[in-house]
């Protein structure tokens, strides 16, 4: 239990400073996971209205 404590600090860490130091990148990386988020959401949509028709 301590270890995944321990990493989950870490983690945060590594994001805080990432957010510091570069924050384009930082924002660059944001936006590409919600690009896939949005283009995955789109791709069921099309899937289910494919099997519904």
């Given amino acids: 239990m301590q270890v ?3 990493i989950t600090y870490v983690a945060i860490a590594f994001v805080v400073f990432y957010l510091f130091t ?15 988020i949005f283009q995955g959401a789109d ?11």
Avoid: E, W
Avoid at 22 to 36: E, F, L, T, Y
Avoid at 43 to 53: I, K, M
């Fill in 43 to 53: 791709q069921l949509a099309v899937f289910f209205s494919q099997v519904l028709t």
């Fill in 22 to 36: 570069r924050p384009a990148q930082a924002a660059d990386a944001v936006n590409g996971v919600i690009n896939g």
């Fill in 4 to 6: 995944k404590k321990v």
